[in-house]
């Protein structure tokens, strides 16, 4: 049985090592050109499920590599006001479990991780154009007139998959009606100064008039602004980093990420096409009487790391007759960001789908029905995630509407304020929030045995 899988994102990667321990033959093909090439995005919630999911997929010092190369924990979780004034903040507790525990994550750095041992596997430069499927075979065609042949191919190439559109037509994406500008800087002894403690320690997000929001994060690695890995940081852990061939391919080092959006309306027609220093001075228009020191972190951003994103989500597709082909990840439920569960349900789809193709390389079960079983299981939750996802992050929620709009913010911040203060709705509140799990551990358990990956 050979394995196609057409991107080299965080899903299809991690079903590569899954496929590759498991002794499945797969090939995965990246448009990008090199390694290194590529915006895939600054930071990345990888929860307990996607741990798990990974735990299973990876080698077992590629997955200490990965927990290794996560950027420190976050302390407290905050909402506050355009004025850096606080509504609600919530201390997160430490967890020193290497997989029961939440982790930011570098999405470069994933990367980098993901691709570490793919070296024979992954070819870069490959541009998908239109698959063939003739028997049980499938074939692959990419723009510098090549192709491949295998058994299953699997689109992994993200929310405007050209898998999809060629064998799901009707499997549509749809606008949010939502954009978000997303840019970075390093931290320095400037940039650290302008938010306070708690914001740097940890996520923070802002809710402010006419719907405007924005999200914090900063990051802190465990190796300098020369690419250096710290001094003290912990034998195994230090010693784990240094090994990592990855490392000279990253360009992560510590940053401020932030994010604002807003609905299509309050920006200008042509956005999706401004870059750099537009969309610095864009997101300054928009925001002209918030925090000085929030103003002057949007300054010091570096322009080159400044994007538009227009937010998509995927409408609703009934069950569809099961072939050599098959979806994982954006290629087939694209989500928003509003519950920051996209990658960890993609990676919840590679595990189901490599268990699925070791029961038939086990002869459990042939490869249409093994892939059958995986899609039924993947469109419920997948499109339970969608569903949810696309309620915290829409146009039409009431907090973007001009009158009704100040009326929900006041609400809102006159209830998480009530909250502040009282500490066991506090607690109940955190722990309620990182409870929320999409799958059951059992699901998420993947071992592959020595006997299997010889085999």
Request: glycine content about 8%.
């Amino acid at each position: 049985m050979k394995v196609l899988v057409i991107g080299g994102g965080t899903g299809g990667l991690a079903l590569a090592h899954g496929l590759k321990r498991a002794g499945i033959e797969v090939s995965v093909y990246e448009r990008d050109a090199l390694r290194t090439e590529g915006l895939h995005g600054y930071r990345v919630g990888i929860d307990p499920d996607g741990s798990r999911a990974l735990h299973g997929l990876l080698p077992k010092e590629l997955y200490d590599t990965f927990v290794a190369t996560k950027a420190r924990d976050p302390k407290y979780f905050n909402m506050l006001t355009e004025n850096f004034k606080e509504v609600l903040s919530m201390q997160v507790e430490p967890s020193t479990d290497p997989i029961e525990s939440e982790k930011s994550i570098s999405r470069m750095t994933l990367r980098q991780v993901l691709l570490t041992g793919l070296e024979d596997v992954v070819e870069f430069g490959r541009e998908f154009t239109r698959f063939e499927q003739h028997g049980d075979r499938v074939t692959a065609h990419f723009a510098d007139g090549t192709q491949a042949t295998g058994d299953l191919l699997v689109a992994a190439d993200g929310a405007h998959s050209r898998v999809r559109r060629q064998y799901l037509p009707h499997a549509d994406i749809e606008e949010t009606g939502i954009i978000a500008i997303a840019g970075k800087l390093p931290i320095t002894a400037e940039s650290a100064k302008l938010v306070p403690p708690k914001v740097f320690e940890g996520i923070s997000m802002i809710n402010a008039p006419r719907g405007l929001f924005c999200i914090l994060h900063v990051m802190e690695f465990q190796w300098d602004r020369d690419g250096r890995v710290k001094h003290g940081i912990g034998g195994n852990t230090e010693e784990l980093i240094r090994r990592w061939p990855g490392l000279q391919f990253d360009n992560t080092r510590d940053y401020i990420n932030w994010g604002v959006s807003a609905t299509r309306d309050k920006l200008p027609a042509n956005v999706m096409e401004l870059r750099g220093e537009e969309l610095v001075k864009l997101t300054l228009d928009l925001t002209p009487d918030w925090h000085p020191d929030l103003r002057r972190l949007f300054e010091l951003t570096d322009p080159g790391t400044c994007f538009p994103v227009n937010i998509w989500t995927s409408a609703p597709v009934e069950p569809w007759p099961t072939t050599n082909v098959t979806l994982i990840g954006d290629a087939i439920h694209t989500m928003t960001p509003g519950r920051g569960v996209g990658a960890n349900t993609a990676l919840r789809d590679a595990v189901n789908l490599c268990r699925a193709l070791i029961d038939v390389r086990d002869g459990k079960r042939e490869l249409i029905p093994a892939v059958n079983a995986y899609e039924a299981k993947m469109i419920e939750y997948g499109f339970d995630a969608v569903f949810k996802s696309r309620a915290q992050m829409t146009s039409d929620d009431p907090m973007h509407k001009p009158v009704i709009g100040r009326i929900a913010l006041a609400v809102m911040r006159t209830g998480m304020r009530a909250v502040n203060h009282l500490p066991p709705v506090k607690r109940r509140m955190r722990d309620s929030m990182l409870a929320y799990r999409g799958a059951n551990r059992d699901e998420l358990t993947l071992e592959i045995t020595p006997a299997q990956a010889q085999r």
